[in-house]
């Protein structure tokens, strides 16, 4: 590790503020910052991960010191949680004064309230730290489980499916999804996946999918009762002959990703999936693994996504979450993000838009040779459409749970 070298906070704070106001419109920023000034922004998020629940601590106290903006984490154990309580309010008519101003939003979730009408915008352009954004194509940063963003929800994380594992009991790690099953029988009850109704273990099924299925480009479109039984059959038979070796007989599954670093780190299992590619340096900076743990990122491609912020219709604090929305892509909130210490996550800017004194930022970071460089990537997949999430999570309880 590199020695802590943090700018003092004081310094943050003053070129948070000129970020924030630097490169806006004459006309409409100044104007959203002084409108922000005393609201309160509550933002729903997932609550299930410490190290993201004091990031968005963090995040809360520099936009209250910059921007006078109070920003409260509403926690969710689901975000449909969120998109259920919008709908309920568009029906019952509360079409101005809703009880969410921002939400932390993905996939089929997004794609819920999108369809419906149900957001704000589109908004990013308006953001000034929009201007950061990496939106080179293929960027996960425009599309969203291959829904186009159209300006109605802005990144905020980047994130990579690897698997996490403990180099002090495995060698022998799988190089890809069909070498899982001779890794499971060799490792009996030494893997295993979260709940298929969490994102992390949905995601793990459609890791599978892409490199088992016949036909990769089905994915990229919506599923139907013949596409999904054609591309998803090789997916049953592999998942059929792992499940058996899994943790606990595959009858159990730890309820989140948090739950299965707990396992990780107790020694009851050896293996995990991870969709932060920097879960290991982080956690074993943080004393959450031991410091043996080792990034697995499998060939034949990596699922890679961007997590989203999106302003419902009716919050009645818009002005507010614009503010919130647009300091998450200011450079110092990114290199935060990215700091080990913190998150880990990879940026979504482009660093090369960067001044130098912002792009010195991120080479001040503190390195781990735990974390996996930028060279170790080699096909970023694109996520499946909505659609086949929802009909994974269906067809698996169906197979397995009755």
Request: aromatic share 10%; with cysteine.
């Amino acid at each position: 590790m590199t020695a802590d070298r943090r700018v003092p906070r004081a310094a943050i704070v003053v070129l948070i503020g000129l970020l924030l106001i630097g490169r806006a419109s004459a006309q409409s920023w100044p104007q959203t910052l002084t409108e922000a000034r005393g609201q309160t922004v509550y933002w729903n998020a997932w609550a299930g991960d410490e190290k993201t629940n004091a990031f968005m601590v963090w995040v809360a106290q520099q936009v209250a010191t910059c921007c006078g903006v109070t920003l409260h984490q509403v926690p969710l154990s689901d975000t449909a949680e969120a998109v259920t309580r919008v709908i309920a309010e568009k029906t019952a008519g509360r079409d101005t004064d809703g009880t969410v101003d921002l939400i932390w939003i993905n996939g089929p979730n997004f794609l819920a309230l999108k369809e419906r009408g149900l957001l704000y915008g589109p908004f990013t352009q308006r953001l000034p730290n929009f201007a950061y954004v990496d939106t080179k194509a293929p960027s996960p940063n425009l599309i969203d489980f291959t829904v186009p963003v159209d300006g109605y929800e802005s990144p905020w994380l980047a994130a990579r499916f690897v698997f996490i594992y403990d180099s002090a009991h495995v060698r022998d790690v799988p190089r890809d999804i069909p070498g899982f099953l001779p890794w499971v029988r060799r490792h009996p009850g030494r893997f295993t996946h979260p709940r298929i109704d969490n994102f992390l273990g949905v995601t793990f099924l459609e890791q599978a999918l892409e490199a088992l299925t016949p036909d990769r480009a089905a994915l990229q479109h919506p599923a139907t009762d013949a596409t999904f039984a054609e591309a998803t059959a090789p997916l049953w038979a592999w998942y059929d002959a792992v499940r058996p070796y899994l943790w606990r007989h595959g009858r159990q599954f730890p309820a989140s990703g948090p739950a299965a670093r707990q396992l990780l780190d107790d020694g009851e299992i050896d293996m995990m999936p991870s969709f932060n590619s920097a879960e290991a340096a982080v956690d074993v900076e943080a004393g959450l693994l031991p410091a043996t743990a080792r990034t697995l990122i499998l060939e034949g491609g990596t699922l890679a996504n961007t997590s989203f912020v999106a302003i419902p219709y009716n919050s009645p604090h818009k002005a507010g979450a614009l503010v919130v929305a647009n300091f998450l892509l200011a450079p110092a909130a990114q290199a935060q993000a990215a700091d080990i210490r913190v998150l880990g996550s990879p940026t979504v800017l482009d660093l090369a838009k960067l001044a130098a004194p912002e792009r010195a930022r991120f080479d001040r970071l503190p390195k781990s040779p735990l974390q996996p460089p930028n060279t170790a990537w080699g096909v970023l997949l694109p996520e499946p459409h909505p659609s086949w999430a929802t009909r994974l999570v269906t067809a698996w309880e169906t197979r397995y749970t009755r």
